[in-house]
Nanobody
């Protein structure tokens, strides 16, 4: 089992940048696919980005491609979400999630463990 704690959210203006972090407990962090999801008010939670065990492979939802980068540091049990050129439509609670291997491709569904979320608010 793994426990996840997100941080780094806040209130920013459109065009600004933020970096979210998620620290995982446990000694098997490198055996989990990791992902970021978000949920805006009145909407369902949606996939944002995911990363492979080694960090080599990544996947992104179309609306954030080119603006967002997911990365991981297995030595620190941490993943990051660097978000640039933020837009008001990026406003949401952002959740970190973990899914144990194996999987042939980086998964965008079926995550088993979730953090408590961190609020990102982008003003226009």
């Amino acid at each position: 089992q793994v426990q996840l704690v997100e941080s780094g959210g806040g209130l920013v203006q459109a065009g600004d940048s933020l970096r979210l972090s998620c620290v995982a407990s446990g000694r098997t962090f490198s055996s989990y696919f990791m992902g970021w999801f978000r949920q805006a008010p009145g909407k369902e939670r949606e996939f944002v980005a995911a990363i492979s065990l080694s960090g080599i492979k990544t996947r992104y939802t179309d609306s954030v491609k080119g603006r967002v980068t997911i990365s991981r540091d297995n030595a620190k049990n941490t993943i990051y979400l660097q978000m640039n050129n933020l837009k008001p439509e990026d406003t949401a609670v952002y959740y970190c999630a973990a899914k144990p291997a194996p999987s042939i491709v980086v998964p965008i569904t079926g995550y088993d463990y979730w953090g408590q979320g961190t609020q990102v608010t982008v003003s226009s």
